[in-house]
Every structure is written in structure tokens, then in C-alpha cells.
T-cell receptor
Framework: DGGITQSPKYLFRKEGQNVTLSCEQN?????MYWYRQDPGQGLRLIYY???????QKGDIAEGYSVSREKKESFPLTVTSAQKNPTAFYLC?????????????FGQGTRLTVV | QQQVKQSPQSLIVQKGGISIINCAYE??????FPWYQQFPGKGPALLIA?????SEKKEGRFTISFNKSAKQFSLHIMDSQPGDSATYFC???????????FGPGTSLSVIP
């Protein structure tokens, strides 16, 4: 089955720790995205990547970092610099970066700071 | 100019009624408009999409109406069911853009 796999589904972090959220896709899509969703809120773009070894900041990149070493993988690191990291994180991919294509989403990772 | 506006923020409809969600955009360079449905705790899933050369697209109980001159498009859910209760996002993309632009979402509750 083709799709986007996010792991883990739930993640707990102590304050001051970095954590990495995994996102893997087997759809052979070029573009990948990370979004943050807070309760009752919309989707806010953190980072996106159009091609391997290249990525751009989205609207709320501060306190986050990404890498794109392989086409199928786009991990997101939530650093200790992110002051309010508790949220639902969604990874998505598309055939081309935004151009007349839809994005396909993973099932999300819920991160809680304890 | 890259914004997509969406209304209402929340909507309550009785079972069997029609749910209508409206979106508007400014930039005429957008040329692809997908709608997504998200259930609590899940990722959004593509519901239906339309291009501006078409004024209406229907898939089952879901219909998108598109008004190119007004730069508006809307989602109609006919015979709304409690299982349709979810958050709906409209979106826009285009050949000159490197990402999909999402509206802020509408929380739909269909009550029995």
C-alpha cells in the first residue's frame, strides 16, 4: 500500500529535550511538508521540501529543523528552542510542489511536553 | 495575496440538511482547488477537487461550485449525515507556487 507513515503516533518530551518526528513516504513524491495543528486550529506550515537536499522555511519555522537526505524521508526535529511544542504534527507529500496537485497527509504525531 | 479565506468557522446542521462552506481567494494565479476532510486525531484526506475551467463538480453527496469571476468556491454536502461531522479545509495551488495554501478550516457538526 502506498502512503505516508508518521511515527510515533504519540510522543512525550521533557522540557529542554530535542525530539525527532519521523515521516516516510513510498508514493515517489518529490515534495514533502510539515504542518503544525493546535486544538481547533488550522494547518500552519513549518517547513517544506521540493527536492532532496533542499528545503524552505514555512510560516512558523523557529524552533524546528528538518533534513531531506532521501526522497522518501523528511524528519522533523523539535528543538528545545521551540517554546510551546505541544501540538499535533502532520506530514504531507505531493507529486510536485504545490503545482496543480493535492497533498496527501500522514496520520499525525501528537507531541506532548511533560 | 496568497491567503485563502474560509467561512463559517463552525457549522451545525441537522441530519438530512445541506451543509455549505465557502472559500475565497485573491490571487488569480491559483488554478487548482482541493477540499480536505479531517476527523479528530487523523490527518486530512482529499475529498474532492476542482479546476477553474469547470463551474461545478459533483461526487456523491459532495459538490464543489466554482465562481471564477468572483474568485469564490464552495462545498455543498447534500443530505448531511452525522458521519460527515469533521473539519473541512479548502485549499489552493497553482503552477507558479511551490506549496498548497490552506484555508483556516470549518468545523462541521451534523446533529441527529
Amino acid at each position: 500500500d502506498g502512503g505516508i507513515t508518521q511515527s510515533p503516533k504519540y510522543l512525550f518530551r521533557k522540557e529542554g529535550q530535542n525530539v525527532t518526528l519521523s515521516c516516510e513516504q513510498n508514493l515517489n513524491h518529490d515534495a514533502m511538508y510539515w504542518y503544525r495543528q493546535d486544538p481547533g486550529q488550522g494547518l500552519r506550515l513549518i517547513y517544506y521540501s521540493q527536492i532532496v537536499n533542499d528545503f524552505q522555511k514555512g510560516d512558523i519555522a523557529e524552533g524546528y529543523s528538518v533534513s531531506r537526505e532521501k526522497k522518501e524521508s523528511f524528519p522533523l526535529t523539535v528543538t528545545s528552542a521551540q517554546k510551546n511544542p505541544t501540538a499535533f504534527y502532520l506530514c504531507a507529500s505531493s507529486i510536485l510542489a504545490g503545482r496543480n496537485t493535492e497533498a496527501f497527509f500522514g496520520q499525525g504525531t501528537r507531541l506532548t511536553v511533560v | 495575496q496568497q491567503q485563502v479565506k474560509q467561512s463559517p468557522q463552525s457549522l451545525i446542521v441537522q441530519k438530512g440538511g445541506i451543509s455549505i462552506i465557502n472559500c475565497a481567494y485573491e490571487n488569480t494565479a491559483f488554478d487548482y482547488f482541493p477540499w480536505y476532510q479531517q476527523f479528530p486525531g487523523k490527518g486530512p484526506a482529499l475529498l474532492i477537487a476542482i479546476r477553474p475551467d469547470v463551474s461545478e463538480k459533483k461526487e456523491g453527496r459532495f459538490t464543489i461550485s466554482f465562481n471564477k469571476s468572483a474568485k469564490q468556491f464552495s462545498l455543498h454536502i447534500m443530505d448531511s449525515q452525522p458521519g460527515d461531522s469533521a473539519t473541512y479545509f479548502c485549499a489552493a495551488s497553482g503552477t507558479s507556487y511551490d506549496k498548497v495554501i490552506f484555508g483556516p478550516g470549518t468545523s462541521l457538526s451534523v446533529i441527529p
